[in-house]
């Protein structure tokens, strides 16, 4: 044999064994030889091949499984109930903060400071939010918000877009999951029109004057629209004609003539009295106590993603069981309040949030386009939920200074922009500074970020850009560059509103906080 067929047959060997073949294609050519007539053994490997790989799909498509009429034994009904506890975290919070939103009897502010409105609309702020907002954790200082819920295949959603001009602006639109769908923002190139929101059985045709049809895949959806404000008096007049224009409403109150609300004319709406649950912190939008009594209720309303079969049906057994055993329903709560204490309780911490992005920064990963990342999904719901998609905004986080101590009131910190490095952005960029419940710090100044939006921005004589966080004022020549601070812990917040490339692909790393005397 030469040296040519002895390599052919060992690669003819290789692929086959590859391809499933196995025996048969083995056989085939034993010892570096065909060991039966050419023609016989292409036969048996193609027989081979099709009996392999009709046993392969019959053994994919008659998968056992989970048993139903089973007793769950303790232990193993734990691990469940743990693991139903951080997937569905997320789903649970959303449908608490819809049914306390859609309340409202109309769009208006509650108590002057949350935008709510009933279902299938939403309200609007018409100035930046303020410190006493507890609704979402890390609130947003460059941008106009606001909030609604919907349930789209019963009601389609319209949402009008106007001219924003040369001025950023992205319409986010959240799934039941928390993640983003539609595209419909400045980065997107949106044109003004009406953009009909409808749910994954919606099967209508796209009536006339809408501008496009924008389908979400759960039936619960929310919008949080955010326009970016420069902090001038005159930018805060200009921004009214075109937020007085962002409106959305059912599609039976559809005319094709843009309709318009004055926004900062809207009278509040009255705030319901605080339960002292939140401890100064974000509203409690999951319960511990609650979880599984709510828990049914998101099983029914989301279809499972590919892969999740499996997952739902032993979460739904786990249900089945405990509605028949109190011990066991019992043993559902007892876990359930473990698991946020020892799960979902440090995901607070930046550092179990993202990946490291250099110098003890993290950065936001996979954000509003989860998936299955679970990880990702749950840690955003608690630290800091509703992100932006990465294209649209890029996040980094820290607790800590260069050195890797508690940032603290007690200190006083710089953050130093060398000359061109500041967040390459399209958009905007700002840096926050959060208490130890991701909320803003409530201070004389008024000022909670600083960034594109400031006018007044001090820069070194190199061109670099140093920005300071402390309880104390770094001195009256360095102040209009300072983000005041409680006395106790806080954490630094940059966001990178539609990103450069450096952004996206992680090679802009953010400054290392310094702290100085």
Not at 229 to 234: A, G, H, L, S, V
Not at 266 to 283: F, H, I, K, N, Q
């Amino acid at each position: 044999m030469n040296p040519d067929t002895s390599s052919n047959l060992k690669v003819t060997r290789r692929d086959a064994l590859k391809s499933g073949l196995g025996a048969a294609a083995a056989l085939a050519t034993v010892g570096g030889r065909a060991a039966v007539p050419a023609a016989l053994s292409s036969a048996a490997v193609v027989a081979a091949a099709a009996t392999t790989n009709a046993q392969g799909m019959a053994a994919q498509t008659e998968v056992t499984q989970p048993a139903t009429g089973i007793e769950m034994q303790p232990g193993y009904a734990r691990a469940i109930a743990q693991t139903a506890y951080i997937w569905g975290w997320p789903m649970v919070n959303m449908i608490n903060r819809n049914a306390r939103t859609t309340q409202a009897p109309r769009p208006g502010l509650v108590g002057g400071i949350l935008p709510s409105a009933p279902r299938g609309q939403i309200g609007m702020l018409h100035d930046y939010i303020v410190p006493e907002e507890t609704f979402v954790t890390c609130p947003n200082q460059d941008v106009v918000y606001g909030l609604g819920f919907f349930s789209l295949d019963e009601e389609p959603v319209v949402a009008q877009v106007p001219d924003f001009g040369d001025r950023f602006w992205v319409y986010a639109l959240y799934d039941q999951r928390t993640d983003q769908f539609g595209h419909i923002g400045k980065p997107y190139g949106t044109k003004p029109g009406f953009y009909l929101l409808v749910g994954p059985r919606w099967n209508g045709l796209k009536p006339a004057g809408i501008t496009d049809i924008v389908r979400c895949p759960t039936v619960l959806a929310n919008a949080i629209p955010r326009i970016f404000q420069d902090d001038t008096p005159e930018d805060k007049q200009a921004i009214q004609a075109a937020i007085n224009q962002i409106v959305f409403y059912p599609l039976k109150d559809f005319t094709g003539e843009m309709k318009t609300i004055e926004w900062v004319n809207v009278p509040d709406l009255p705030a319901p009295p605080p339960d002292g649950s939140s401890g100064g912190g974000e509203t409690k939008w999951v319960e511990p106590e609650k979880f599984f009594d709510q828990f049914g209720e998101v099983l029914a309303m989301l279809d499972p993603l590919p892969g999740e079969e499996a997952l739902y049906q032993q979460f739904r057994l786990l249900l089945d069981v405990s509605a028949k055993d109190p011990e066991l329903k019992k043993l559902l709560v007892d876990t359930a309040v473990e698991t946020e204490e020892k799960v979902i309780l440090p995901f607070f911490q930046w550092k179990y949030n993202g990946r490291p992005a250099g110098n003890g920064w993290n950065r936001s990963t996979n954000n509003a386009q989860w998936g299955i990342d679970y990880y990702n999904r749950t840690g955003t719901a608690k630290s800091n939920m509703f992100d932006n998609r990465p294209n649209e905004t890029q996040y980094f986080y820290t607790d800590h200074d260069g050195t890797g101590d508690q940032l603290t009131g007690s200190g006083s910190y710089a953050v130093t922009f060398a000359a061109g490095q500041e967040p390459p952005v399209n958009g905007f960029w700002s840096l926050t500074l959060y208490n130890d419940k991701h909320l803003f710090h409530a201070n004389d100044l008024r000022r909670y970020s600083l960034g594109t939006k400031n006018k007044n921005l001090q820069r070194n004589a190199d061109g670099s850009l140093t920005l300071y966080a402390g309880a104390k004022s770094p001195g009256a020549d360095k102040e209009a560059n300072w983000l005041p601070a409680p006395g106790g812990t806080f954490s630094l917040y940059i966001r990178a509103y539609w990103g450069k490339e450096a952004i996206l692909d992680g090679s802009w790393q953010p400054p290392k906080i310094e702290a100085v005397q």
